[in-house]
């Protein structure tokens, strides 16, 4: 999980269609399913944008992902999603 101290570094904080595309969704979609699982403290104001942070967001999306794919599912459903989450922080650079 994300770190409770989150980094300064500029390059972990995305914004908005930064972090849809590293999900390889579109903006819309984002807005609908991933951000209301998204804790406020990944969530920065950046003058009129927001910026949020890769790996919190991450760690959210793919951890809710997770628990859903396990409800009555095998194992090979669960590995395809730790797959796409370390592709995902791969894809990152964090």
């Known amino acids: 999980m994300a770190s ?3 980094p300064n570094r500029q390059e972990a ?5 930064e972090m849809a595309a590293v999900l390889d969704v579109r903006t819309s979609y984002f807005d609908r399913a991933i ?5 406020e403290e990944h969530i920065r104001r950046d003058g ?12 959210k999306w793919y951890g809710s992902k997770y628990a859903q794919s396990t409800v009555g599912s095998d ?4 590995s395809e999603y730790f ?3 370390l592709h995902a922080l791969e894809d990152c650079d964090l």
């Open 48 to 59: 009129r944008a927001l910026r949020f942070y890769a790996r919190g967001v991450l760690d």
């Open 35 to 39: 951000r209301p699982h998204i804790s």
């Open 13 to 17: 904080w995305l914004l908005k269609r």
């Open 75 to 78: 194992d090979e459903t669960t």
């Open 4 to 6: 409770p101290r989150k």
């Open 83 to 85: 797959g796409l989450y």
